[in-house]
């Protein structure tokens, strides 16, 4: 607060930290990429990132009180918490399509990494690490994905669209409705 009594608004608040811990974040990339180079930043960076979302969905779930998911629909109620929560839409825009019971489409229309790898000049050799963290939220609900996300370089930046079908690895509890 200062000398007038005024402070932050919540919303600007959240934004603030997201900026700056985002800020620190590409720093920490950049600064091993210099060290060690590209390969080393995406290897370490997409394994961090994968870890992120399982402690970011682990904390969320128990924050709500989930103890686990029953199906895609749920899945996905706790993707949309999850978004809304760590990455919201000024940072990001995405669509999220159900297909059926066994996973559910993911298309990026606006990334804040991409915007970001572009200004920097890494587009064409930075791997992108969204859908790890995703991935991670998964490991975190227990739902294992049939297939590990594939190292690739970023879809907007190429012109290409972004999308990631994320398939679920067992039999769900519960058929989404």
Partial sequence: MNEEGRQLAATAEQNLLRRCWYWHDARWFAAVAAEFG???ANRLNRAN??????????RLMKALGVEHVDGI??????????????????????????VR???YD?????????????????????????????????DARGLPLAQP?????CA??????CR??????????KEST
Wanted: hydrophobic share 50%.
């Fill in 49 to 58: 990132v994968l870890a992120l979302g399982q402690v970011e969905m682990r």
């Fill in 149 to 153: 996300m594939p190292a690739r370089t």
């Fill in 73 to 98: 629909a749920e899945a996905m109620r706790l993707y949309e918490e999850a978004r809304r929560l760590y990455v919201p839409s000024s940072f990001m825009e995405a669509d999220i399509e159900a």
């Fill in 38 to 40: 590209i390969d080393a």
């Fill in 164 to 173: 990631q079908r994320f398939t679920i690895d067992r039999p769900l509890l």
């Fill in 106 to 138: 993911v298309a990026m229309r606006r990334c804040y990494v991409h915007e970001n790898i572009v200004r920097a000049g890494i587009a064409s050799t930075y791997e992108c690490a969204v859908f790890d963290r995703i991935a991670g939220w998964h």
């Fill in 101 to 103: 019971d066994v996973g």
């Fill in 156 to 161: 907007l930046a190429a012109g290409r669209a």
